[in-house]
């Protein structure tokens, strides 16, 4: 296993744009709904607070409203803030290695599951990583094929692309 540090190329500094402006925009639609529901809560909670009428549905409207600003804070916003980081990065990680072992399973509503296992020190998930450029999809790998895998340099979740060598 063979690990060296290459500047990005074009290509795939265009590629980490165009993921960024694509999850900007899904976390927009998503999160800003759910911001104003959770804004509209808290309000109609405080606003029955300071009334002197309150009851049980704004006690769990307020521990609605911290639960998800403790969500948003522990895992949206470092997701976004990592994804801002990619976008400036110049460098990558290029990891030539061969693949140990390969898991597959079925999961219901998911589809086909894979695990590849190399040298390195933590296996490549398809549920959990993000491929930005297939090239080498998971259903073609097989066990003991040589591959090149291409990712940031503190980035878990997402690989820029793994090529066979």
């Not at 340099?153 to 090529?163: K, V």
């Amino acid at each position: 296993m063979t690990v060296n540090k290459e500047p990005l190329s074009i290509a795939e500094k265009a590629a980490l744009k165009k993921l960024y402006s694509m999850r900007m925009i899904v976390g927009a639609t998503l999160i800003f709904p759910l911001l104003l529901g959770c804004l509209i809560i808290a309000i109609n909670s405080l606003w029955s607070y300071v009334a002197g009428n309150q009851d049980a549905g704004d006690f769990f409207g307020v521990v609605i409203v911290i639960v998800c600003a403790y969500l948003f804070f522990k895992f949206g916003l470092p997701f976004y803030k990592q994804t801002l980081s990619n976008i400036r990065a110049t460098h990558k990680i290029v990891i030539d290695t061969y693949i140990v072992d390969l898991q597959i399973a079925f999961t219901p509503g998911v589809g086909h599951s894979y695990v590849v296992f190399t040298e390195a020190d933590r296996p490549v998930r398809s549920t959990r990583t993000s491929l930005v450029n297939p090239e080498y999809e998971y259903k073609d790998m097989k066990v003991g094929d040589k591959i090149r895998i291409h990712c940031m340099e503190n980035n878990q979740t997402d690989i820029l692309h793994i090529e066979p060598r």
